[in-house]
């Protein structure tokens, strides 16, 4: 088999695999997908079943029944919730690129280990031969470090030779050569106390705060959703039960009617009033029970980890009932406790410490390059020894004297042939440099992004204030609900009374029962809405509507 067959062969290989691959991921996501889908037509069959089948009693015990109290579903949230998993997983994303930008202030530790063999020319007389070879083994070592406080960098190298040569000038053969240097670099101006690696870190810190902000706005506002999506669950199901109610007196109406016709006391035509009454009622019934299903499910989207959790396959009963709760009287209070706890308002102000981090550096830039460098070095040789007498170009070895590389290493400690140096450079764009310029737009964009926090600020004061209106609002809503609530009834009851008597006709019958039930839902969507505006008063003093961070979005000026 030629080369060019095995190369094809390989790289068919290579597109097949590949494509098998390609092929299993798109399989696993299929699958998901479809076992999502299956799951979904699982529960609307249910719902369905649920429209058709009779409506449970409250209290009748079931297999797939989960009751469940307010507090409990908010701690299932706060465990199971995508949307609070995924915010939690922000910070440690943020944590990752702060230890990539320490790790650029970890010791580095080098080393090179190597062989080279060389034959030089013969240029000269003073080559030491006409081919003389030179075979040299190296082993060097190095520690290097940036200094995170000043900017400063040192290096530590250490760097070792032995070299064997034909040479007949060489005084060692073989010979060892090591050679130790620190070095220290200090910038004193540009640099000094802050650099663009210091400025990443520390914006990087800043924005560890702010994501930590955005992961609690998440889960305060799903928290709040959870909440507001019981009490419409509650209204929802208490809504079923109105309307059973009334689809079970507009039956009864009919069944008196019935019994009226067969005795001569009622037309029979009045029958078909009721009869069409108690037929809308049912219509009614059904829509309160499609509304019902989808706010079970709008719930169990806020509780559940994935369409495999058993809760999503459960019939949720809310246990807790809204009630008149306390409003709330001190506004002063909660506006100021918005204005220094909302996650928005705490991340504007680390948008602005962030730019204040990116001002201390252009500034910094904008100043001249001064750097401090010093170094200092020893160095060895040892080896075995020759000693040559004679004229130079007939030289002859007289003698031998043995070495080696701890003859180098002494020489070394000795520090008899040090090498040291200390210079200061400077440098300075004439004229200004791109710096000054960034440096006046972060002061810009701070100036903005200190607007924008005093802006928002009145939005806040403004929101909670709304909301606490919302809540008195609310309050009178359902004082008023109940307070119709309790006069139909009290009407439906005297009609009733009226038309067992014949003091009154059919009609205002049916149209008393469709006023308790309209006074009815009235007063629980007010109950419900009043404990909805309560939680809404409670989320804005912690975080905005739909969670998130700031959205201010101040620049940090960086490059």
Known sequence: MTFSTRTFLAAALCVVATHA???????????RQNAVVQQAMQTYQRGLAGLNAPAAQPGVASGTLRELRLEEAVAIALEKNLDIQVARLEPQSVDLLVAGFRNTYRPLASSTVGLRDQYQLPTSSLNGGTKV???TTTYNFGLSQNVNKWGGNYAVNWSNARVETSNTFSTFNPSFTTNLVAAYSQPLLRGFRI?????QLQINLISRDISEESARATITQTLANVRNAYWDLVFAQSAVEVAQRATELADKLVADNQARVEVGTLAPLDIVQAQAE???RRQNLAAAEATAQTAELTLKRFMVSGTDD??????????DLPSLGPAPSDIDGAIRRALTERTDVISAKKNLDSNDVSLRFFKNQSMPAVDLNASYGAQGVGGTAIVRTGPLGNQTVSRMIPGGYGDALTLLRARDYPTWNLNVTMSYPIGGN????????ARLQRTQA?????????????EVANAALTVQSNLKRVEAATAARELAMKRLEAEQSRFEVGLTTNFFVVQAQRDLRDAQNTELRALADYRKSLVNFERAQQSPAGGGGSGLNASTGGQ
């Open 21 to 31: 691959s390609a092929q299993s991921s798109a399989a696993t996501d299929v699958s």
């Open 133 to 135: 070879n030179n075979g």
């Open 195 to 199: 650099d663009n690696t210091r400025q």
């Open 278 to 280: 108690s037929a809308t």
């Open 310 to 319: 058993p809760l999503w396959r459960q019939t949720i009963r809310p246990v």
């Open 434 to 441: 791109q710096a000054d310029a960034l440096h006046a737009r």
């Open 450 to 462: 200190l607007t924008r926090l005093r802006a928002l600020e009145v939005q806040i004061a403004a």
